[in-house]
């Protein structure tokens, strides 16, 4: 195929190379293969969700990396997937059937997580559909779950490996926990939030004497549960009653006054109230000075027993009550207005609550103390940019163990059996248990522990989330299994995240992928940053400021995307914003690389028919004696470009070889080169009409290979239409080009430069003179240098075609003639008679009126500037808009007056 259609339609385009690559396997990975492995697995993004504009920024740059690596020869393997999202799957089933006036105990666990099951083949994979619009190289034969049948083994082998290990424990603990979802959450889905709230000021009497000491909380119902008061043991204000008792109002226990360093004497009156089973502070506290530990939470949120009179009471209505009793018993001493964060529950939308709970937890120092090892000796792995690698040490530095059970049924469940009574299956934090890998094995080890009628009941808890997409790495590729995709693939190459999950995510994975690998499980971390709406603001759900990129999909087709997402990456790890009108779903930043697209189909469809059916093949090679100098100019640059794209590529500037990309093509390419052969191409006589012929074929051809990885469906087809390949055959498999060195001559850019400066010169002199587009102008060219002579020698063809330029003159002592306009590039003054060509009057009439309208809205500007009153009221940012807009019109009044000296 060599005639393409008059415009480019990316829908029909990009539908047709996914069914292409997927139906003719292009990125099914084969770990026989030869090359140096190259493998990254995707980020799993849940199953509840669906395509954000997050997405679509993150993979696009792991596109690039992906099909950059496969066309240097690698072996390369992107492993796609998605993540079960326990809490997300929960919530959504949940309130499902609370609409209909059920709980999932009304169901049943079976009976629920098939309705989990059914959801999920149903509903569960929209997000796959959608980043398949991406145009992804993925491999999508190879498409994990974190609950298919290999990646549940993997959890649970790892879950007993690190059991047997001693580095699991169930124990309790202080834990997040959301009232909303009955469930413990990670650090992950805690969101913190500023709130406007209270302080409340509560007298606690001393147990001998008379007196009291005053604390102060925002949680008064949690002061039912304080088993001390605590000062800092430096506060000379309180050093008498350190070692002393008070009485806990309205419960009337006696607790003591301690002293730790921990307390700030500057908060509130410097004497905090402790209460270990709902703080995390409090609980470090308690452990250092062996404190009970009460909890009055049920829960859902509700008081317990040991919440006396407000037993059954929500924790919001007790807080009232409480305060209200304290008031009535003369114990409150003030109340100020506080502002404060809150921690909410990111699933459940309600302020989670510190919990003492019975959980299973991973011990962390020895699985960081591994990976801290590696980080500090060996920079393994690398983070880019470099900066990441603090926050990720830090992070690791400051762990503490990690609660991996959650109270739900969708997820991994907790390979342990309890030996329970064959009458009462009750659980208690006492009760035995047997942790193996299925219920089989639980039971011989039972019967050897406990004889042949030991009765088993399985946790009803499932794993963390985190902890199955922390063995995502090496799971996906067969561990614990030695595959020939883990033998070949792993350690992975490159891990391409945002830098809001390193301390939840990045290190989980390098933790256990030390540990049960003995390697890192990725050699570079690559954090980007985040795409930001286009008032500058972080893109969220709350906010309502998302941009669906479906929508501009639909608009600007996939390769327009994605091309703006990673031109826009100014430095690795840094946010970029995209321009977006909601009201009409249009993005000036996409409509620019969609133009840039436009403008490779059109230059291409000019190459195609000069080539006269022809393919690169069927043309002679380049002769550089025949070579022109825009030929050696336009090989020189290209050969330069190509090796600074692999140079940004290999560096993981992204954006800054998108960017090179776009002004090559669009400036050197599109605007000069193409415009410069036109004349050659035009005359079938000329002598070196093959020659350029074979030069824009082969530069057409390594720009398709150069653009691939960031448009790969435009690119496809237009290096389809120039070589018609064999069937089966893609571009996203041929070698990335490789520059030449002996074609770069840096001098020799420097001095065609020049020639596309004067034909700016001449260009801008034309509009000024308002010369219509069809006329030829004399020109005279003067300097004093005799190397530029031999330029304008040299290139007199290009400039007279480009320019309109009959007849050109040139030398170094040449006077310019009356009412001649005069430009100036370098030491080369271009100059434009305009005697006989326009009517002088009339363009100096037009310049004097121009000069006039331009000087009265400077006058109006200087006269505000000038005014006292408005200097004293307006903002500075409006005085400072002011202050830019007078000098750019002063500046315009300049130039027109010097344009009417020349026309004198």
């Known amino acids: 195929m060599t005639e393409l259609p008059s415009q480019y339609s990316p829908h029909a385009t990009e539908a047709h190379w996914q069914a292409y690559w997927e139906q003719h396997q292009v990125f099914v990975a084969d770990p026989s293969a030869p090359g140096e492995p190259y493998c990254i697995v995707i980020p799993p993004p849940n199953v509840t969700g669906s395509l954000h504009m997050g997405h679509a920024f993150e993979h696009s740059l792991i596109d690039v990396l992906v099909r950059y690596h496969r066309m240097l020869g690698r072996n390369t393997l992107w492993l796609p997937g998605t993540d079960h999202a326990s809490i997300a799957v929960s919530t959504l089933l949940e309130k499902e059937l609370q609409a209909q006036g059920k709980t999932r105990q009304d169901l049943g666990r079976t009976a629920y997580l098939e309705r989990a099951w059914q959801w999920k083949e149903t509903s569960g994979n929209a997000i796959v559909t959608q980043i398949r619009r991406l145009g992804l ?35 309790k603990y202080l834990v997040n926990w959301c009232p909303a979802t009955q469930s413990a959450v990670s650090d992950l ?22 007196g009291f000491v005053e604390v102060a909380t925002t949680r008064p119902e949690t002061m039912l549960g304080d088993t001390a008061v605590a000062v800092n043991p430096n506060d000379s204000r309180y050093q008498d009653l350190i070692g002393k008792k008070v009485i806990l ?5 006696e607790i003591p006054i301690i002293a730790d360093a921990w307390v700030d004497p500057e908060f509130g009156t410097g004497c905090v109230k402790v209460t270990p089973a709902h ?18 939470l049920n829960p859902d949120g509700s008081l317990n027993e040991n919440a006396g009179e407000f037993q059954g009471q929500d924790r919001f209505v007790a807080r009232k009550n409480v305060v209200q009793a304290l008031e009535s018993q003369g114990y409150l001493v003030r109340v100020e207005s506080y502002r404060h964060t809150v921690p909410y529950s990111d699933r459940g939308k309600v302020p989670i609550e510190p919990l003492l709970s019975t959980q299973w937890f991973v011990k962390i120092a020895p699985l960081s103390e591994q990976a801290l090892t590696d980080f500090d000796n060996h920079n393994s792995p690398q983070f880019i940019p470099e900066r990441w690698g603090k926050v990720y040490r830090d992070w690791l530095v400051k762990l503490n163990d990690w609660c991996i059970s959650r109270q739900l049924w969708w997820g991994h469940r907790i390979p342990a059996w309890y030996v329970v009574s064959e009458t009462d299956h009750t659980i208690t934090d006492t009760t035995p248990f047997i942790v193996a890998e299925n219920e089989v094995e639980a039971q011989k080890l039972a019967q050897a522990q406990f004889g042949d009628d030991a009765v088993l009941e399985q946790d009803p808890d499932v794993l963390d989330t985190w902890f199955s997409s922390g063995l995502w790495p090496f799971s996906t590729l067969g561990w614990p299994e030695a595959t020939a995709d883990f033998n070949r693939y792993y350690p992975t190459t490159t891990l391409v995240t ?18 049960f690998t003995g390697t890192m499980p990725f050699q570079t971390v690559y954090i980007h940053g985040l795409v930001r709406d286009e008032n500058n603001k972080k893109m969220s759900k709350s906010a309502g400021n998302g941009i669906d990129p479906l929508v501009l999909i639909e608009k600007y087709g996939v390769d327009a995307l994605r091309f703006a997402l990673v031109k826009e990456v100014v430095g690795a790890g840094q946010d970029i914003r995209l321009d977006y009108n909601r009201k009409t779903d249009e993005s000036p930043t996409v409509e620019a690389s969609r133009n840039f697209a436009n403008k490779i189909w059109n230059a291409a469809r000019f190459v195609l028919m000069n080539l006269e ?26 050969h330069r470009t190509i090796a600074q794209i692999n140079q940004e590529l290999r560096a993981y500037n992204l954006g800054e070889a998108a960017k090179l990309l776009y002004e090559y093509i669009w400036g050197d390419f599109c605007d000069w080169y193409i415009e410069l052969v036109k004349s050659r191409l035009q005359d079938a006589t000329h002598p070196t009409r093959p020659l350029a012929q074979r030069i824009l074929a082969e530069i057409l051809g390594d720009l398709m290979k150069l653009l691939h990885p960031f448009m790969p469906h435009i690119t496809e087809t237009l290096w389809h239409s120039l070589v018609r390949p064999e069937p089966g055959v893609s571009l996203a498999r041929q070698p990335y080009p490789q520059a030449d060195p002996s074609q770069i001559d840096r001098e020799l850019e420097t001095d065609f430069d020049l020639v596309i400066q004067i034909i700016r010169t001449i260009r801008n002199l034309r509009a000024i003179a308002e010369i219509k587009p069809g006329l030829t102008v004399p020109i005279t060219l003067q300097t004093p240098s005799s190397r530029e002579e031999a330029i304008i020698e040299a290139s007199q063809q290009y400039i007279c075609d480009l320019a309109k330029v009959r007849p050109l003159t040139w030398g170094k002592d040449l006077t310019a003639q009356r009412q001649t306009l005069v430009g100036i590039t370098g030491t080369v003054q271009v100059l434009l008679p305009l005697t006989g060509l ?9 310049v004097e009126r121009d000069v006039q309208k331009i000087r009265v809205q400077a006058d109006g500007l200087a006269a505000r500037l000038n005014n006292a009153q408005f200097l004293a009221k307006a903002p500075p940012d409006v005085v400072q808009t002011h202050q830019a807009q007078l000098a750019e019109l002063t500046q315009q009044i300049e130039l027109l007056q010097s344009r009417l000296q020349q026309l004198q």
């Open 137 to 171: 190289s993925v491999d999508w034969s190879r498409e994990r779950f974190t609950m298919d049948a290999g990646l549940s083994r993997a959890v649970i082998h790892a879950f007993v490996e690190l059991y047997r290990a001693g580095l699991i424990y169930r124990g």
């Open 189 to 210: 889905e805690v969101e913190s939030q500023e709130v406007d709230g209270h302080l409340w000021h509560f007298r606690y009497p001393l147990a001998e004497g008379n």
């Open 249 to 253: 109002p309205l419960v009337n226990r």
């Open 279 to 296: 703080d995390p502070n409090d609980f470090a506290i308690g452990k250092r000075h062996h404190l009970p530990l009460i909890n009055i």
């Open 498 to 515: 945002g830098f809001d999950i390193i301390f939840f995510w990045v290190a989980r994975m390098t933790m256990l992928g030390r540990y």
């Open 613 to 638: 059916g022809k393919t690169p093949a069927d043309l002679p090679p380049i002769d550089p004696v025949l070579a022109e100098l825009s030929d050696r100019w336009i090989l020189s640059c290209h």
């Open 838 to 846: 326009v009517d002088v009057a009339t363009l100096r009439a037009k």
